[in-house]
């Protein structure tokens, strides 16, 4: 059995100076953090359960678009939020140059903009549409395992949002 499509832009990020260093900051950062880190696991794990999602569903989105947008959704995380706008925000401004350095167009680079810069935005959560933000939203929230944490209950996500079973 072999995959055909094409992962080359994604690998492309994966190479990318400026990536391979927000990902070190990211470590140093969360070095001493008892809550769920921003890692490349993390970003793998929605990467994957996104495409799960996206395969289960029909969703048809493209396969370097939901990988990218996992990939580079936190990496606002690895620097200071000086003017107080968000990690949301830092990883979209972060990723954009990023994006565009490994080849993706106008289109394709908007719509993971859209979609880093919602993944924490309530509002997608009960918005029912199946494009690559609610996607990414879903597989975010879901790829924590909640059920398995020493701190669980000091952790700012509401129960609802908790992870509490296994649901892919
Ligand atoms: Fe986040
Ligand atoms: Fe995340």
Redesign the pocket.
Same mark, same amino acid.
């Given at each position: 059995m072999s995959f055909d499509y094409n992962m080359t832009r994604v690998n492309r990020i994966l190479n990318h100076p400026d990536y391979k260093k927000y990902l070190v900051q990211l470590q140093e950062r969360e070095r001493e953090r008892k809550f769920c880190c =921003?890692n490349i696991s =993390?970003f793998l794990d929605?990467a994957r359960i996104a495409y799960i999602i996206n395969l289960e569903m029909k969703l048809d989105i493209n396969i370097e678009l939901i990988y990218s947008a996992a990939l580079l =959704? &936190?990496i606002g995380k690895a620097v200071n939020d000086v003017e107080n706008v968000g990690h949301s925000r830092l990883s979209a401004n972060l990723a954009e140059p990023i994006l565009y350095d490994c080849g993706f167009v106008d289109l394709e680079v908007e719509c993971i903009l859209d979609a880093i810069l919602n =993944?924490n935005n309530e509002k997608i959560k009960v918005s029912h549409n199946n494009n690559l933000t609610s996607l990414l939203y879903r597989a &975010?929230k879901l790829?924590r395992p909640c059920y398995m944490c020493d701190v669980r209950n000091l952790c700012y996500w509401s129960l609802e949002n908790k992870n509490l079973q296994l649901k892919i």
């Open positions: =921003h =993390h929605v =959704h &936190d =993944h &975010d790829s």
